[in-house]
Every structure is written in structure tokens, then in C-alpha cells.
């Protein structure tokens, strides 16, 4: 990626992030505080002294640091360039709108692959777990990954060894998508051992990304264990729900579902294992304390997932599940809910308002679907192949799948063996 392709206020981002002492929360807030990226820039000590949490000594660090960030800058990008890696500001309109939401965002991301969060990455699903799996980690990462991908779900994982190499791996297998989030720079490769299936996902050597590889970290961060616990949060945000596949006590895992209950109101899910297993203590903890929703079949994933998606498809998932609500300012927030004019009583979805012809006006759940959605809806005259339907409708099969999952955890369609047919 030339210098040039690099936005301005993409470029002022790369810049802060690579300023020393400046981290998501207090790039966010200085912002927040001036009003953009150039204008913290541009600020002179005395400026960001009036800024809460920065006093006289880190103003002054941050001055020195800025004024080294734009020589970084231009390294970075050109690094960038030669690795095929792009960067994406969190200002930007592809930037995930799941990941926006969480309190500490990152400003900035590395991404090798392609990101679609509008199409084909809109539902997303995280499984994480242990290095050190079991067998049974292994088959039940595979088993649920195969299906959720087969379901249009986004895989995310963190591409180690173990449980998150066998959900990349498992999504790849039946064709769909699966994004990578690494804790390191993405001039590394951690583990080594997994450059085979990064560059699959990237799109090399054929051209034709499965997903992506992400960091929030500059391109040569080396992996240290310090950052993993910062990455498992992108995990988190990126994502409807946490399926915990198998964890143990000590397992990086159990992080990435804490902050997703407690900081990002997700949905966590765990599976029972064998009571005497202790590569599944740390899950059945989770199931024992309440942390986690019990789960045996992708199906009840798909059907824990509805309301977030519902939400997330209606523009209303932040306000109805972030931890954040009172950060944001009030035109921000949205109600979960809104009451029928005629009744009082509370719809997920507002009506439509009446028509002089009755018969031909779609009902308020029609008025929510997607273009591509009501396309498949009235292409199911009779049941039909996923293959037909992407024939019919000109739609690219990952993109099909990912609205055939939302219709039917919608309840307006279901699957019959090969078929796919509408409810009555």
C-alpha cells in the first residue's frame, strides 16, 4: 500500500498510536478533548495539560514523542506497503462497527486479508481455548466452527496452537470466513508454524482472501506474552458472542470471555467436558459460576445469537448490549425497545405506517430485512439449493450464507436436508 493511500486522519492515527505513552483510552479521550487526531498533533503542552489524566511531565513525553511520530510514520507505512498489509482508522466507515463499541477500541488496525463487516463478516462468532487442547478440544473446535461457518458465521480466533488453529482450520474447510487477531506486529508470524494457513486466509498465493489477519500492534511488535491479554479484548469486541470450546484454570481464554461479559456485554458460551479433565476445569467454572451459557450443538448458538443480531441488523445492538452506555452522549443512545402507537405495547420493531391499500403493505419484520435478504424471501417460491438461490439472486455464496443464518434465526426460513424453504 503506497504512502499515499493513506488518509490524512489515518495517518494522524498511525502517528498517536506510535507515540510512547499513548494508549486506545487516552488517544480516545484527547480526541474527545481537541476535537480530531490533527489537532492533538498540533497541541502544545500547555494544550494537552488541560486534558484529564495528563499532567505536566506526560505532556511534555508526549510533545517529544510527536515530534518523532512522523518519521515512524512514514516507515511504518512503507513497511506496510511491502507486506500487502492496510491500515484502517477507527474513523473510517469499514471499520467494525462491533469493535467501535467497546470502551478501550483500538484507534488504528493492521489488517492482511479483507474485512467486510457490512456484508461478509456481519455476524461473527469468537471460539477460543487452550494451546495444550485434548482430543475432544480439538473435535469439538472443529465441530462447531465447521458449523457455524457452514451457517455464514465469521469464525474469530487468535490463531494459535490448539483450539484456535482448529477453528480457523475447520472454517476454511467448508468455504467460509474466519478472521485472525494476533498479539503481535503482522510482520511476525506467531506461531511460525501457522504461516501456511495466515497466507491461506490472507489470499495468497491465489488472490482471494478467506478473511483476514488483524493487530492493533505496529508491524514489527515482536509476540511477548504481555500482549495477548490486550488482544483477546479484540477478540471480544469483534464479535456477537464467545464460545469457550476448552480451557483450564490458567488459560488465556477465561480473559477474553471476562471482558466480553463484563466489558462488552457479549454473549459466552461454554461446553460440559469430563469433571475430572483439568484442561476443562477453567470452563466448568464458567458453567458452575454462571459466566457462561451451557451449549451442545451449533443450534444453540444460532438461537442464543438471535436478539444480538436482530439488534445488530436494526443499528440498535449498542445501545441495547454495550457496558458503555453512560459514556456516550444522549443522541447516541437508542431504546431497545418502541411502543405501538395503538396499543402501548412494546415491539422490537417499529410498524410501518398504514397504507391505503392494506393487503400489499409489508409487516413490520419484512421492513427491517435487507435488500439481499428480501430477494431471498421472494426467490423461495418453492424450497431451493443454496446454489440456485445464488444463481438466481447474482450473490456471492459466503454473503448468502450469512443472511440464510440471520433469516432463519429470524425464524422466516429453515433448512430442509440440501433446502432451504420460508416458514409458513
Do not use: W
Amino acid at each position: 500500500m503506497p504512502m499515499s493511500l493513506a488518509s490524512p486522519t489515518t495517518r494522524d492515527l498511525l502517528r498517536l498510536t506510535l507515540t510512547p505513552g499513548l494508549g486506545p483510552i487516552l488517544i480516545a479521550r484527547l480526541i474527545h478533548s481537541l476535537g480530531s487526531p490533527s489537532a492533538v498533533i498540533q497541541a502544545n503542552e500547555h494544550t494537552l495539560r488541560s486534558v484529564k489524566g495528563i499532567g505536566d511531565e506526560r505532556a511534555r513525553a508526549i510533545v517529544r514523542g510527536l515530534a518523532d511520530s512522523d518519521r515512524l510514520a512514514d516507515s511504518e507505512l512503507k513497511l506496510a506497503s511491502q507486506l500487502g498489509v492496510r491500515l484502517l482508522g477507527i474513523t473510517e466507515p469499514d471499520y467494525p462497527p462491533l469493535l467501535r463499541q467497546i470502551p478501550d477500541a483500538p484507534p488504528l488496525l493492521y489488517i492482511r486479508g479483507h474485512i467486510d463487516h457490512a456484508t461478509l463478516d456481519q455476524y461473527t462468532i469468537a471460539l477460543v481455548g487452550s494451546r495444550s487442547c485434548t482430543l475432544y478440544g480439538t473435535e469439538q473446535a472443529d465441530r462447531f466452527a465447521l458449523g457455524l461457518a457452514q451457517s455464514g458465521l465469521t469464525i474469530v480466533s487468535g490463531g494459535a496452537r490448539g483450539i484456535d488453529t482448529a477453528a480457523h482450520r475447520a472454517a476454511l474447510r467448508v468455504n467460509g470466513r474466519t478472521l485472525v487477531v494476533l498479539g503481535c506486529g503482522l510482520s511476525h508470524c506467531y506461531p511460525p508454524d501457522n504461516q501456511d494457513l495466515f497466507d491461506t486466509i490472507a489470499g495468497l498465493p491465489d488472490g482471494h482472501p478467506r478473511g483476514a489477519i488483524i493487530s492493533e500492534l505496529p508491524l514489527n511488535t515482536p509476540p511477548t506474552a504481555e500482549n495477548f491479554p490486550a488482544r483477546n479484548r479484540i477478540i471480544s469486541g469483534l464479535s456477537l458472542g464467545v464460545l469457550v470450546i476448552e480451557a483450564g484454570r490458567r488459560s488465556g481464554a477465561l480473559i477474553t470471555a471476562r471482558v466480553a461479559v463484563e466489558e462488552h456485554g457479549r454473549e459466552v458460551f461454554a461446553l460440559p467436558a469430563r469433571v475430572d479433565s483439568a484442561a476443562s476445569f477453567g470452563s466448568l467454572d464458567l458453567l458452575k459460576s454462571g459466566g457462561a451459557a451451557m451449549v451442545t450443538h451449533p443450534d444453540d448458538i444460532l438461537s442464543a445469537l438471535e436478539s444480538p443480531a436482530r439488534h445488530l441488523h436494526g443499528g440498535t445492538h449498542e445501545a441495547r448490549f454495550s457496558r458503555t452506555e453512560s459514556e456516550r452522549p444522549l443522541t447516541e443512545h437508542a431504546s431497545d425497545v418502541t411502543s405501538s402507537p395503538s396499543s402501548g405495547t412494546p415491539t422490537l420493531f417499529p410498524p410501518t405506517p398504514l397504507s391505503p391499500h392494506p393487503s400489499p403493505r409489508p409487516s413490520p419484520r419484512d421492513a427491517t430485512l435487507s435488500p439481499s435478504q428480501s430477494a431471498i424471501l421472494a426467490a423461495l417460491d418453492e424450497p431451493r439449493s443454496l446454489d440456485d438461490l445464488a444463481r438466481i439472486i447474482t450473490i456471492e455464496p459466503s454473503a448468502l450464507r450469512a443472511d440464510i443464518t440471520i433469516l432463519e434465526i429470524r425464524r422466516r426460513l429453515e433448512r430442509r436436508g440440501s433446502l432451504v424453504a420460508r416458514k409458513p
